[in-house]
């Protein structure tokens, strides 16, 4: 069984910067690579990008690039995800997700929200 | 990048049949998948590899997938299935690896 927690809820000001967890059971993402999705009020889900804690690459979509890291703590089996200079249009919730390269998604985080607000 | 269209709203009586479409540029040569996502809940796999369902998903959700456009069907439509859908592939063509379809709202008259 699968399990992917998430950190809570974060309240940001514009221009702020937020670092979201994700820690994972142990040896479940051995193979696998850790994506992240988000999804503003009311709207559909925006793949943001993936980790891979094998080996530490990552793929961002180019809308992201520059304002997100996405790491891996192995001695925690935590991953992270940094999105910086933060706008009023990254409210949403984010949520990590598992999936194997180039395949379908099992598993899911149970999402973080994230307001940026003044 | 690729793109996925689906329409925003699918509506269906109780124990009738839902099709929701999700449209590509031939589409049917590649893997979709389908989630299902309930208000205030993460979303979850029903449909994989085109066809294919997880343990625990009902028989009475099926998909296919051919030309330019696939489909998830739900037979026997339950209240219980009023959810979001959303259709995703992986497009190895650009960055933008996981594509999510805009998402369809079925309503269970």
């Known amino acids: 069984q699968v399990h992917l927690v998430q950190s809570g809820p974060e309240v940001k000001k514009p221009g702020a910067s937020v670092k979201v967890s994700c820690k994972a059971s142990?040896?479940?993402?051995?193979?696998?690579?850790l994506h992240w999705v988000r999804q503003a009020p009311g709207q559909g889900l925006e793949w943001m990008g993936w980790f891979s804690p094998n080996n530490g690459a990552t793929n961002y979509m180019q809308k992201f690039r520059g304002r997100v890291t996405m790491t891996w703590d192995a001695s925690f089996s935590t991953a992270y995800m940094q999105l910086s200079s933060l706008g009023s249009d990254d409210t949403a919730v984010y949520y990590c997700a598992r999936a194997e390269y180039g395949d379908y998604i099992d598993s899911w985080g149970q999402g973080s929200l994230v307001t940026v607000s003044s | 990048s690729f793109v996925l269209t689906q329409p925003p709203s699918v509506s269906v009586a109780p124990g009738e049949t839902a099709r929701i479409t999700c449209g590509g540029n031939h589409i049917g040569i590649k893997s979709v998948h389908w989630y299902q996502q309930k208000p205030g809940q993460a979303p979850s796999l029903v449909i994989y590899h085109n066809r294919d369902r997880p343990s625990g998903i009902p028989e009475r959700f099926s998909g296919s997938n051919s030309g330019n456009t696939a489909t998830l069907t739900i037979s026997r439509v339950e209240a219980g299935d009023e959810a979001d859908y959303y259709c995703?592939?992986?497009?190895?063509?650009?960055?933008?690896?996981?594509?999510f379809g805009g998402g369809a709202k079925l309503t269970v008259l």
């Open positions: 142990e040896n479940t993402l051995a193979g696998y690579y």
């Open positions: 995703q592939v992986w497009d190895s063509s650009s960055d933008h690896n996981v594509v």
